[in-house]
């Protein structure tokens, strides 16, 4: 009888251990406050990226001292695409990691580099110096400053979206 007694014993504290637990959890789910969660989202990381990065494009912007983006020293910045027209000739050089889409008329890649050229993200290659840019594939500058870019072949002009800093010259610079 004593063994019976002990096992029943057993068995009732086991069951309140496990109330007391589950009560604990279901407490601790009911009060969990998400402010002083660590994981962070999209939206928090992109203010705060754009925060950091802010004194920059001021600097870029303060520099380039106009704002009709046909400058010839100072880049042009973006934070999202923008579209903008490009006559005849004109070349768009870019900055590291900038992306441009052709939307209209004609273009080539330029690049200084018999080997490398612009990152055709669309297709997954590599465009050369002297390609036709496709329209509407999205084409990424992987390092900048080095003259890379596209200059517009179409007669009546092209319209392009680049994300990103930018230089708009004449192509015979």
């Known amino acids: 009888m004593k063994n019976f007694n002990k096992t ?22 009911a009060t969990y406050d998400s402010t002083n969660d660590p994981l962070i989202s999209l939206s928090y990381l992109t203010k705060y990226v754009d925060e ?15 704002d009709n983006n046909t400058s010839d020293s100072a880049p042009a910045v973006s934070n ?7 006559e005849y000739g004109q070349q768009i050089q870019c900055t590291a990691a900038t992306e441009i889409i052709l939307r209209s008329g004609s273009a080539t890649v330029v690049s200084p580099f018999d080997n490398q050229g612009l990152s055709d993200l669309t297709d997954g290659v590599d ?9 509407n594939h999205n084409l990424l500058i992987p390092r900048g400053n080095d003259g890379r870019g596209i200059v517009i072949t179409s007669s009546d002009g092209a319209y392009v979206m680049v994300g990103g800093a930018y230089t708009i010259v004449n192509a015979e610079q």
Do not use: M, Q
């Open 8 to 29: 029943k014993l057993t068995i009732i504290v086991a069951v309140a251990l496990a109330l007391v637990c589950s009560l604990s959890i279901f407490i601790a789910a």
């Open 80 to 86: 999202t695409f923008e579209a903008i027209f490009v």
């Open 127 to 135: 465009l050369k110096a002297g390609v036709a840019v496709p329209k």
């Open 52 to 66: 950091a990065l802010k004194p920059i494009r001021d600097s870029i912007a303060s520099s380039n001292g106009n």
